[in-house]
């Protein structure tokens, strides 16, 4: 895993030991922020289901404000706050080791780019959009990217969200949602 573009490109991130984390591969990623490029520079990012913090830290080099990574796993926080050192100013980042749907119910501000990147297949995608849909956590003309096994459907928000494009990477599958 390394850091693609920015002012941190071609950095090396530590990686968790094991099968429990999925990362985002380079092509997804290089994609996703090729699709999000005018939507990163000086926006509040948050990349919930963290992981090793790769999104966040990818939007951290390209710009970001501000980045909040949450993820339950104690193991996971630390590389997290680890990566996101390598790339960016402590001033710049958060790492929060909590639950994601407890997370966004605690009504945590607003948020120009969200980042949702759950485990596939185990529900929370859709916990964490009707979460981030009754809490309205994303800011105007913010942007949910959300990636998922390609036979995955995502739902309906309703307003003031709109699901967006879907784009296919072999066996994954990147929705956006708009908030108007």
């Not at 090793?52 to 997290?80: H, I, N, P």
């Not at 959009?129 to 459907?153: N, P, S, Y």
């Given at each position: 895993?390394?850091?693609?573009?920015?002012?941190?490109?071609?950095?090396?991130?530590?990686?968790?030991?094991?099968?429990?984390?999925?990362?985002?591969?380079?092509?997804?990623?290089?994609?996703?922020?090729?699709?999000?490029q005018f939507d990163?520079?000086?926006?509040?990012?948050?990349?919930?289901?963290?992981?090793?913090?790769?999104?966040?830290?990818?939007?951290?080099?390209?710009?970001?404000?501000?980045?909040?990574?949450?993820?339950?796993?104690?193991?996971?926080?630390?590389?997290?706050?680890?990566?996101a050192a390598l790339?960016?100013?402590?001033?710049?980042?958060?790492?929060?080791?909590?639950?994601a749907i407890g997370?966004?119910?605690?009504?945590?501000?607003?948020?120009?780019?969200?980042?949702?990147?759950?485990?596939?297949?185990?529900?929370?995608?859709?916990?964490?959009?009707?979460?981030?849909?009754?809490?309205?956590?994303?800011?105007?003309?913010?942007?949910?990217?959300?990636?998922?096994?390609?036979?995955?459907?995502?739902?309906?928000?309703?307003?003031?969200?709109?699901?967006?494009?879907?784009?296919?990477?072999?066996?994954?599958?990147?929705?956006?949602?708009?908030?108007?």
């Amino acid at each position: 895993m390394r850091i693609v573009a920015g002012t941190a490109r071609g950095r090396k991130l530590k990686e968790l030991p094991g099968l429990d984390t999925r990362p985002t591969t380079d092509k997804v990623k290089e994609s996703m922020f090729n699709i999000v490029q005018f939507d990163i520079e000086g926006r509040r990012v948050l990349d919930l289901f963290a992981g090793t913090g790769q999104l966040g830290c990818e939007a951290l080099s390209r710009g970001a404000a501000y980045v909040t990574f949450v993820d339950q796993s104690r193991e996971a926080a630390r590389v997290v706050k680890e990566n996101a050192a390598l790339v960016a100013d402590p001033d710049t980042f958060e790492v929060l080791q909590r639950d994601a749907i407890g997370f966004v119910e605690s009504r945590p501000g607003k948020y120009g780019l969200v980042f949702l990147d759950p485990p596939y297949r185990t529900g929370l995608m859709e916990k964490a959009l009707e979460a981030i849909r009754a809490i309205d956590i994303v800011a105007e003309h913010g942007i949910i990217v959300c990636e998922t096994g390609l036979d995955e459907t995502l739902p309906t928000l309703g307003d003031p969200y709109e699901m967006g494009r879907e784009y296919r990477y072999g066996k994954i599958k990147l929705t956006l949602y708009h908030r108007r």
